[in-house]
């Protein structure tokens, strides 16, 4: 199965960490990026699901549009599902920047669209 990291600038620079599964690209908006130090939790907000394909986008989105700004590849590659429930997926990257196992995390305090995103340690 295919990741895809985008770097978006729209309003705030953020990254958009996307997973297919299910037949889409599970998405979340990371602010601070993608950790790559076990130990390290970053916010991921949930956002809508995107179609396949999307992940070999980057352009501009036009102004006015949802997302409006400049779209480009940070990171893309392949992962292995370890475990999927609805609170956790735990997941083995391998990217060109990003390697190794990972861990989204719903962040039940924070509220429904709200996970942490975190580099686990390795088995």
């Given at each position: ?106 962040f039940k305090k924070a509220g429904d669209k709200e996970w942490l995103l975190f580099k686990s340690?390795?088995?």
């Amino acid at each position: 199965m295919k990741f895809v990291v985008q770097k978006h600038y729209s309003k705030k620079l953020h990254y958009d960490f996307r997973l297919e599964m299910d037949g889409v690209l599970k998405s979340w908006a990371v602010p601070k990026g993608i950790p790559t130090k076990e130990g390290v939790k970053h916010l991921a907000v949930q956002v809508d699901d995107h179609e396949l394909g999307y992940e070999d986008f980057e352009g501009e989105i036009p102004e006015g549009q949802y997302g409006a700004g400049k779209v480009e590849i940070w990171d893309k590659g392949t992962y292995e599902l370890e475990s999927k429930k609805d609170y956790k997926i735990v997941f083995i990257l391998h990217g060109e920047k990003l390697k190794g196992r990972y861990t989204i995390l719903k962040f039940k305090k924070a509220g429904d669209k709200e996970w942490l995103l975190f580099k686990s340690k390795e088995i």
